[in-house]
């Protein structure tokens, strides 16, 4: 009798259940809970939350050094011109952020929205809309004074708030950090 050099059927059958095995394994490694694309995802909201942060910072400090040129140029007390008042308006009139309003369209004091989109970064903001929302809930950044410091939020789909940093708006702690 000849010996066949081929596959038993229960060879095929016995491979195909050994690459089910380890494509399951594979896809739940990638794809499941604490997979890769769920690790990668949580770095990239991080990486966000840090850089809506660092940029709101800077477009503080340009905006005062700028300030404080133009009252040097102009014999004008930098003092006046290098507000806190006059920061947020800046940031108002230029779209970073939106004042906060309540349930009833009334505006919240010393609360805003900020607008990832219309900070000039690398923030990955396709995710997250003009106001914030998504197909599973909404997340936003919002700005809150809290005593005399304006605090910088990232608030999840659920409204718990999570501090990122401070916005350093205070022409004096600006300031100390531009020299």
Do not use: H, W
């Not at 490694?29 to 910072?57: H, Q, W």
């Not at 905006?63 to 007390?77: G, M, Q």
């Amino acid at each position: 009798m000849k010996k066949g050099n081929g596959f038993s059927i229960a060879g095929i059958f016995f491979i195909i259940i050994i690459l089910g095995i380890v494509a399951f394994l594979a896809g739940d490694k990638i794809f499941g809970r604490n997979g890769m694309v769920e690790k990668i995802t949580e770095a990239d909201n991080e990486y966000n939350k840090a850089e809506i942060v660092d940029s709101l910072n800077l477009v503080i400090k340009e905006k005062y050094v700028l300030d404080y040129k133009y009252a040097s140029e102009n014999n004008l007390n930098p003092e006046e011109i290098c507000t806190t008042e006059n920061f947020f308006k800046y940031l108002l009139d230029s779209d970073y952020i939106e004042q906060l309003k309540d349930i009833n369209d009334n505006l919240v004091e010393d609360q805003y929205y900020i607008k990832p989109n219309s900070l000039k970064s690398d923030i990955a903001t396709s995710v997250i809309n003009e106001n914030g929302s998504e197909s599973n809930g909404t997340k936003v950044y919002k700005i809150k004074k809290i005593e005399d410091k304006y605090l910088i939020y990232f608030v999840d789909k659920y409204g718990e708030e999570e501090e990122l940093g401070e916005l350093i708006i205070n022409p004096d702690k600006i300031k100390e950090i531009v020299k």
